[in-house]
Nanobody, 125 residues
Framework: QFQLVESGGGSVQAGGSLRLSCAVS????????MAWFRQIPGKGREGVAN???????RYADSVQGRFTISRDNDNNTLYLEMNSLKPDDTAMYYC???????????????????WGQGTQVTVSS
């Protein structure tokens, strides 16, 4: 089984930027379907972005045009570049992964068997 470790969260003012990282060990990221989710207390996990092994990216409407998901195959790391951050983006952010097929729907958390521990993002107004 492989492991996912997120980093890069923090506190930022509205309009600012952050880049989250998810380091993958035990499996090549080139062959994984990966995603970023976020969760606020009392709510379910919300799909933010998904990246297939072929490079196809999909985004939630709420982050389209502001967030970019990408990966570095050499460093086996997934990224989420977040720009123009809003207070509504405040949440715990998780990376998730699965093998073999891209989940459908991509934003359903139960479709991903592997998860990181999360990194907190706080955006103040």
């Amino acid at each position: 089984q492989f492991q996912l470790v997120e980093s890069g969260g923090g506190s930022v003012q509205a309009g600012g930027s952050l880049r989250l990282s998810c380091a993958v060990s035990g499996y090549s990221i080139s062959f994984l379907y990966m995603a970023w989710f976020r969760q606020i207390p009392g709510k379910g996990r919300e799909g933010v972005a998904n990246l297939g092994w072929d490079g196809t990216a999909r985004y939630a409407d709420s982050v389209q045009g502001r967030f970019t998901i990408s990966r570095d195959n050499d460093n086996n790391t997934l990224y989420l570049e977040m720009n123009s951050l809003k207070p509504d983006d405040t949440a715990m952010y998780y990376c998730a992964a699965r093998t073999y097929t891209n989940p459908d729907p991509w934003a359903l958390a139960s479709k991903y068997p592997s998860w990181g521990q999360g990194t907190q993002v706080t955006v103040s107004s």
